[in-house]
């Protein structure tokens, strides 16, 4: 599947996960704080509160989806996958202070000693459905998040996760509270409350990672550090980065080849590169190779020129071959403190060429010259 057809298939399963998980959540809204209200229960009036902050989640997932998986733009080169992520992280601070708020509800109650009477039976259908309700969008949403590889679903869908879990422990409150324990509704709520926090500040952190560039985890690392020295013409690599930008892995990664091969030979190195961290790691939508010639150390940008070192070539050949009309091939590699050349000379059948090679090397290997070597080709005439 292309790029484009990749980020309309995320927009879409974006637009009807969200869709779903509204008309859901807006029963539950309405089936928990209405039964709530009549039965004076705390626990399934805090997860009434819990899934209208699944609603809100739901169109800030249904909106941060549609941004983020547009294509890249002459604004936005990279994408607009930090979008998704800032959608994902706005999430996890409306499920903290989601959170917050129920749990100082239940703490008010429980300190307050206020009048506990035991809940009626019909307070237990509410928070039974919406711990079957959650869990199946839970995993409706989690399948298709992946499918997609977007975080701001999975968020939303571990959000369902901890509506339902939430859900849960409402039902175990006020199953103790319908069995003659009033007590355990509030304490049931601030159960539900610490649940919520405590998935907020997972995703959260995650969403904030994201954000600011952290690096993917150790065994993509490793994975991605194996296959490169695995592609045909690596030496070996050093400097590999790995980041996150809306559900896709970033690499850079510096490569190195043996030091003589052409430049056509190292790009080529560098596409096998990218073709198998693209088709082998999850994820990995941007592949950028730098090509190192191993042991070539760090080259100074203040090197010597190829039109200085063209012309110092030329001259001496012109002082110890004269008889070479043809200009020649040159090839240059730079190391981190010299430098070397092949030269390759189309006039092969000339006597007086080859008697001058051995003077033309040495003229051009001259302890205050250029290079440190110099090897010298001679072209075969069809």
């Known amino acids: 599947m292309t790029t484009t057809a990749l980020l309309k298939e995320a927009r879409r399963v974006g637009r009807v996960t969200s869709l779903v998980s509204a008309a859901v959540n807006m029963s539950l809204v309405a089936i928990k704080l209405v039964l709530g209200t009549l039965s004076g229960s705390a626990a399934l009036i805090a997860d009434g509160i819990h899934s209208l902050a699944d609603l809100l989640t739901d169109v800030l997932t249904l909106v ?37 708020f129920l749990f100082y509800e239940a703490a008010v109650q429980l300190y307050t000693h206020a009048p506990l009477k ?32 977007s975080n701001v ?8 996760r901890a509506d339902g879990l939430s859900s849960l422990a409402a039902l175990f409150g006020i199953g103790l509270s319908v069995a003659g324990f009033p007590l355990f509704d509030p304490i049931a709520a601030a159960a539900v409350a610490l649940v919520v926090m405590k998935m907020s500040v997972k995703i959260g952190l995650e969403s904030f990672d994201e954000l600011v560039d ?21 030496r070996d690599c050093h400097m590999m980065r790995a980041r996150k930008l809306g559900g896709h892995i970033l690499v850079d990664v510096h490569v190195d080849v043996d030091s003589h091969i052409s430049v056509s030979e190292g790009h080529l190195v560098a596409e096998r590169v990218e073709h198998m961290l693209k088709e082998k790691v999850d994820g990995v939508t941007d592949v950028i190779v730098h090509i190192d010639p191993k042991g070539g150390g760090a080259v100074s940008p203040h090197a010597a020129r190829r039109s200085t070192l063209k012309k110092h070539i ?24 010299h430098i070397e050349t092949d030269i390759i000379l ?16 040495k003229a051009l290997e001259k302890p205050q010259g250029p290079f440190q070597q110099v090897r010298i080709h001679l072209m075969l005439k069809d």
Do not use: M
């Open 118 to 149: 035991p809940l009626p039976a019909y307070a237990l259908y509410a928070a039974l459905i919406s711990v079957f309700a959650n869990e199946a969008l839970f995993r409706y949403c989690l399948r298709e998040g992946k499918r997609v590889n």
């Open 64 to 100: 941060t989806v549609q941004i983020g998986r547009t294509e890249a733009d002459d604004s936005h080169p990279y994408g607009h996958g930090k979008f998704e992520t800032f959608g994902a992280l706005a999430l996890a601070i409306v499920l903290f202070l989601t959170g917050v």
């Open 153 to 160: 679903i999975i968020a939303n869908a571990w959000h369902h």
């Open 346 to 361: 189309p006039e092969a059948d000339s006597k007086p060429l080859k008697k001058a090679l051995p003077f033309l090397r």
């Open 314 to 337: 030329l001259d001496t050949l012109q002082a110890e071959a004269p008889a070479i009309k043809t200009e020649p091939y040159i090839v240059l590699h730079y190391f981190d403190h």
């Open 214 to 234: 952290a690096a993917v985890d150790t065994d993509t690392q490793n994975q991605i550090n194996v296959l490169i020295t695995e592609a045909a013409g690596v």
